[in-house]
């Protein structure tokens, strides 16, 4: 069964910026928009698997910093012209504390 | 609660262009109406000619099908003609008592040709050249019938001739002056044009003034003001079209010769709008398709309510659609007073060209079987380049100026279908040029959209242009001269600056508030072009916005294909020592940095460190003084020397103690884009600063000064600026040029192509003529690098920004419920 891990308070991502957790899946970026809304994705873009986690956030989307693309950031979807999508996490904002579903293999250990 | 309503008056292509500019920018804002008198759905009316002459079908020139305005929620009137606008009640009404209310009205009524006022209009087989009904009819005439006049020997006149022709028809083609489409071609340009209509069939009968049409029912001949008749079985009228305004008059509209708009498309009545060839917008009317898509583009902004496009006129450009013709025109092609001419003919090639040239820059062009150029030459017309550098090439054509100084220009035309245009998708010409085609795109941005060439990186946006030019034709270079920063704005980069100083906007939030934004936090392309001209124009003041910085300058390392990173050392002029090369040996080796390379500019880079570590890697190169190279940045990259008089036997100066003050007095600078700067000792230029942002050459006398070079994707040599004496002139001069071009050039545009744009003359105007200005511009630099010049690895290997560098670490919780 999976659980909500809390990972950071929202304070230590910072606005329009992101920060990464290390799990055995690959590292997942947690998004934090202007607004102070959060979004987490698999770290990997569609595309060349850059790290989204280093590219520009704007509104709810973010920018890959290698080539561009634009990742919609609630639903992992590439923005058109590019198809593509890339694995979402539930996260959600409690008592000003992140915390997102890891995937299993980590909660299991 | 209900939406507003609009309702759009002609299914035209200026109306629905309008539609559909409005869906992008504001989707279900308003439950749209529209009434068209035609019973087709919208169509590409350029595309008649084509149709008449068999070479496209009706379908093939749909625009938009029954079910585009079905899935945008439109109601469509077809066939339905409007009589009537009530202004006071705010509706309108159909021929058929159809009644709609609107909260806005869109006229896009068009135009109707003008028909002669001459005895025997109303006969049978007597058409304009207008909608497809008028097409419908040439072409059963064709089909019964032998003679064909047209009238009116203009654009649309010859496409009509050249149609019937096609079609079996023997056709002359009736003009009141001695030269054909004197609109657009000066008389030698239309003398070729008429010689090779003439060799492919068509009779023409110039100086003629029509009297009468004459026949019993239908048509039979012209007879002319001098009592020639000649036979005639269809007449075609296309001497000119008359803006249709007749409903916005009965409206109370003000009209003159069309229905007069403001710069924002509004009539008198705010509440209408109104677009394409029925508006009179600063005394001038429209009849090509580029103008009525900018106006459409300024009527939806302000009809979505972001209210700051403003419509300033277009500048057009003309292409016969005549297959085997090659014909070109635009701007003032006559010449005048206060203009020169470029001429350039080749009478056994049939080949004419003319440029008009007004103080340097291209105003006027026209173009005779050979128009390739044509495109290139519009383009400078509307950017306004300065033409000093090269104009005894320019009527050769773009083909032979070489590699340097066009920028992203190149041959779309010659370039073969499966070349790469765009390396970041992977997309060929043919790719691009079958998207156009099939799915009958228009702009940048659909190609971007339909095919992902150019929507990458964007270094192939000027050639995705060319190729959208040349496979439309300059009928369609909607790309309006003033180009947006990006789709957040309709400002471009010089408005934002502009409004940034004036409106003494200081922080990216105040800039997008105050400009009207689209978008909450702009995007990629906005935010780090905000953020480097407000840390330009507020040096003091500003405060970096590191969210808004590309990753490379964030972390102040460069990321590679594999999200690893690279560090690049500073070192002075490229001159090192064993003491530093042991550290940066060191480090290579304790960090196990994969691979270590010289770079191109003379330093040495440590590659694949991951992000991790580098604050480690720089706080080790820090404590033996090593600091950062940027070779990540938009920034002063490096100063490339030789070793000069020190060493060499043919040095004249000392090249390496020059550079490396270069370096300390430009290190740590922001700028448009990267800069790259080097000091050759002799003319022999070994650190080759003629292909570099700003490079000196020593001579004899003194140093030698080059500007705006590029060894980059379009080699690009130096202009040569001018001698200076010492080494302090070279610093000021340096200064002076790095600020006016940190000042003045746009985001992300290399030396190379803001010297193109503003001219060398101008460039020369503000440093070498200006010696007030240039120690003024000097001071600026020199005052905005006192904030500049600190050193980021070390305030990064002490601690700051730690966040970029450090993974976040799930917390367990006190209670382990979950965790079987």
């Given at each position: 069964m999976n659980s909500w891990t809390p990972i950071a308070s929202l304070e230590d991502i910072p606005r329009q910026g992101a920060r990464i957790v290390a799990t055995p899946e690959g590292a997942i970026a947690v998004f934090r928009t202007l607004d102070d809304r959060v979004f987490a994705l698999l770290d990997r873009c569609p595309h060349k698997g850059g790290p989204l986690s280093e590219g520009i956030v704007h509104g709810a989307r973010v920018t890959c910093p290698l080539h561009n693309w634009v990742i919609e950031l609630d639903s992992g979807q590439a923005v058109a012209p590019d198809e593509?999508?890339?694995?979402?996490?539930?996260?959600?904002?409690?008592?000003?504390?992140?915390?997102?579903?890891?995937?299993?293999?980590?909660?299991?250990? | 609660?209900?939406?507003?309503?609009?309702?759009?008056?002609?299914?035209?292509?200026?109306?629905?262009?309008?539609?559909?500019?409005?869906?992008?920018?504001?989707?279900?804002?308003?439950?749209?109406?529209?009434?068209?008198?035609?019973?087709?759905?919208?169509?590409?009316?350029?595309?008649?000619?084509?149709?008449?002459?068999?070479?496209?079908?009706?379908d093939d020139i749909v625009l938009n099908d029954d079910a585009w305005y079905t899935g945008h929620g439109i109601t469509l009137h077809k066939g339905k003609k409007v009589v009537a606008i009530d202004r006071v009640r705010r509706c309108v009404r159909t021929e058929d008592g159809t009644v709609a209310g609107y909260d806005r009205l869109l006229l896009a009524t068009g135009s109707t040709p003008f028909i002669l006022?001459?005895?025997?209009?109303?006969?049978?087989?007597?058409?304009?050249?207008?909608?497809?009904?008028?097409?419908?009819?040439?072409?059963?005439?064709?089909?019964?019938?032998?003679?064909?006049?047209?009238?009116?020997?203009?654009?649309?006149?010859?496409?009509?001739?050249?149609?019937?022709?096609?079609?079996?028809?023997n056709v002359t083609v009736v003009h009141l002056l001695d030269t054909l489409m004197e609109r657009q071609l000066d008389k030698p340009a239309a003398?070729?044009?008429?010689?090779?209509?003439?060799?492919?069939?068509?009779?023409f009968k110039l100086e003629a003034q029509t009297?009468?049409?004459?026949?019993?029912?239908?048509?039979?001949?012209v007879r002319f003001k001098d009592g020639s008749e000649i036979p005639a079985d269809l007449v075609v009228m296309a001497v000119g079209i008359r803006p249709n305004i007749e409903l916005a008059k009965a409206a109370g509209i003000h009209c003159e010769r069309g229905i007069l708009v403001s710069d924002t498309m509004?009539?008198?009545?705010?509440?209408?709008?109104?677009?394409?060839?029925?508006?009179?917008?600063?005394g001038e009317l429209f009849g090509l398709v580029a103008p009525l898509f900018e106006q459409a583009k300024v009527c939806a902004n302000h009809l979505a309510e972001f209210g700051i496009a403003r419509y300033q006129g277009s500048v057009t450009s003309t292409k016969l659609k005549v297959t085997g013709i090659d014909l070109f025109s635009a701007g003032e092609y006559q010449g005048g007073p206060g203009c020169e001419e470029l001429l350039f003919q080749d009478p056994s090639r049939g080949v004419y060209k003319k440029l008009v040239v007004r103080d340097n820059k291209v105003t006027g062009a026209v173009l005779y079987g050979d128009t390739v150029d044509g495109a290139w030459y519009f383009q400078m017309m509307r950017d306004g380049t300065d033409i000093s550098a090269f104009r005894e090439h320019i009527l050769f054509g773009?083909?032979?100026?070489?590699?340097?100084?066009?920028?992203?220009?190149?041959?779309?035309?010659?370039?073969?279908?499966?070349?790469?245009?765009?390396?970041?998708?992977?997309?060929?010409?043919?790719?691009?040029?079958?998207?156009?085609?099939?799915?009958?795109?228009?702009t940048l941005d659909e190609v971007r959209t339909h095919t992902k060439a150019s929507a990458s990186c964007g270094s192939c946006t000027g050639l995705v242009e060319q190729i959208l030019q040349s496979t439309l034709g300059s009928d369609y270079s909607v790309s309006p001269a003033k180009k947006p920063l990006c789709k957040c704005t309709d400002l471009t980069h010089e408005e934002v600056r502009e409004a940034a100083r004036t409106q003494g906007l200081k922080t990216i939030p105040e800039l997008m508030g105050a400009l009207g934004w689209r978008t909450p936090d702009g995007c990629h392309t906005c935010r780090p072009a905000l953020n480097y001209y407000l840390l330009c124009q507020w040096p003091d003041e500003y405060r970096d916005d590191p969210q808004s910085r590309f990753i490379n300058e964030r972390v102040h390392a460069n990321i590679q294909k594999d999200g690893t990173y690279s560090v690049v050392p500073r070192i002075w002029g490229g001159v090192t020592n064993p003491r530093e090369l042991r550290a940066i040996a060191d480090v290579a080796e304790k960090f196990q940095v994969p691979c270590v390379k010289i770079t191109g500019g003379q330093r040495i880079d440590l590659l694949g460190v991951p992000k991790a570590r580098l604050p480690a890697i720089w706080a080790e190169l820090g404590k033996h003084g090593l600091v950062s190279g940027h070779a990540y940045g938009k920034s002063l990259r490096t100063v490339k020397t030789c070793v000069g008089k020190e060493w060499c036997r043919f040095g004249t100066q000392d090249s390496t103690t020059l550079g490396?003050?270069?370096?300390?007095?430009?290190?740590?600078?922001?700028?448009?884009?990267?800069?790259?700067?080097?000091?050759?000792?002799?003319?022999?230029?070994?650190?080759?600063?003629?292909?570099k942002d700003f490079g000196v050459v020593a001579v004899d006398s003194g140093w030698e000064l080059h500007v705006g070079g590029n060894g980059g994707v379009k080699v690009r040599a130096t202009d040569f600026l001018c001698k200076v004496q010492t080494d302090e002139d070279v610093m000021e001069y340096a200064a002076a040029y790095l600020q006016l071009y940190r000042e003045e050039a746009r985001y992300l545009e290399r030396t190379a192509h803001w010297i193109e744009r503003v001219g060398l003359p101008y460039v020369h105007s503000r440093l070498v003529d200006d010696a007030e200005g240039r120690k003024a511009l000097c001071a600026r630099f020199l005052a905005s690098q006192r904030k500049a010049q600190t050193d980021p690895w070390a305030e990064r290997a002490q601690g700051a920004e730690k966040h970029e560098f450090e993974p976040l670490t799930p917390q367990e919780r006190n209670n382990h419920a979950c965790i079987a």
């Open positions: 593509g999508c890339v694995r979402r996490f539930p996260v959600r904002i409690e008592d000003g504390m992140v915390a997102i579903v890891l995937p299993d293999t980590l909660v299991g250990t | 609660m209900s939406k507003p309503k609009l309702v759009l008056i002609g299914n035209g292509m200026a109306g629905v262009r309008t539609l559909e500019e409005l869906l992008k920018l504001a989707p279900g804002k308003y439950d749209i109406t529209v009434f068209g008198a035609e019973p087709h759905p919208n169509y590409n009316r350029i595309l008649l000619s084509p149709v008449l002459a068999g070479e496209k079908t009706l006022p001459v005895p025997g209009r109303d006969l049978e087989g007597v058409v304009g050249f207008r909608d497809i009904r008028d097409v419908e009819r040439m072409l059963e005439a064709s089909e019964k019938h032998r003679y064909a006049v047209v009238i009116g020997g203009g654009l649309l006149g010859l496409e009509a001739a050249n149609g019937l022709k096609k079609r079996g028809m003398g070729l044009l008429q010689r090779a209509l003439e060799n492919s069939g068509l009779n009297e009468a049409l004459l026949g019993e029912g239908r048509v039979r001949a509004q009539t008198f009545d705010p509440q209408v709008y109104a677009v394409g060839e029925c508006v009179q917008h600063r773009q083909a032979h100026m070489g590699d340097s100084g066009h920028g992203a220009e190149s041959h779309a035309v010659r370039l073969a279908e499966d070349a790469e245009v765009c390396g970041c998708n992977g997309v060929c010409k043919k790719t691009i040029v079958d998207a156009i085609i099939q799915k009958k795109l228009f490396i003050e270069l370096e300390k007095m430009t290190w740590g600078s922001w700028t448009p884009a990267k800069v790259k700067m080097a000091v050759s000792g002799c003319p022999r230029n070994c650190a080759e600063a003629t292909i």
